[in-house]
């Protein structure tokens, strides 16, 4: 068999990092339509992760954010976004590069995807709370979704 030379599989993780990215720019953009609503799991310490530290004290790893009610200022770019989320009714500015998400679920249609999770590495880390859900909660909560696993796309 011939050796993959255009890289297929971080071809299509790119293309569905650009779905994640899509519709948080539509979010952005229109606001969250009807019941739609996001889970968005990543690596908390990956390059470019702005995070509070006592945040990244509580979740070293990883964390679930849950964009429905309580955020505001999303701001959607190439390579991450931001937005200020609420937590005890205080408001804190998270920035996440698209490169450390891990999970993407939108509930409300049942959609989900999971990623390969980046490398950890120092992030960036700020001073007050932020909206979370751990994320053995949010599983608890979310709806059965059809998850899309790279790995199937990849050799073995």
């Not at 070293?60 to 770019?77: K, S």
């Amino acid at each position: 068999m011939a050796q993959d030379i255009f890289g297929y599989p971080k071809m299509v993780e790119t293309a569905l990092r650009g779905v994640v990215r899509e519709a948080l720019a539509r979010a952005a953009h229109e606001g969250l339509p009807a019941d739609h609503h996001f889970y968005v799991t990543f690596r908390t310490r990956a390059a470019g992760a702005v995070v509070p530290k006592y945040l990244l004290a509580r979740y070293p790893e990883e964390m679930t954010i849950v964009l429905q009610h309580q955020f505001r200022g999303l701001e959607v770019a190439d390579d991450a976004f931001s937005v200020s989320v609420s937590f005890q009714s205080r408001w804190d500015r998270l920035t996440i590069p698209f490169a450390a998400v891990t999970t993407f679920a939108d509930p409300s249609v049942n959609f989900g995807l999971q990623f390969e999770a980046p490398p950890a590495q120092p992030a960036e880390v700020t001073g007050l709370p932020a909206q979370i859900a751990p994320p053995e909660r949010a599983e608890q909560e979310r709806p059965a979704a059809e998850i899309v696993t790279l790995d199937k796309f990849r050799k073995r």
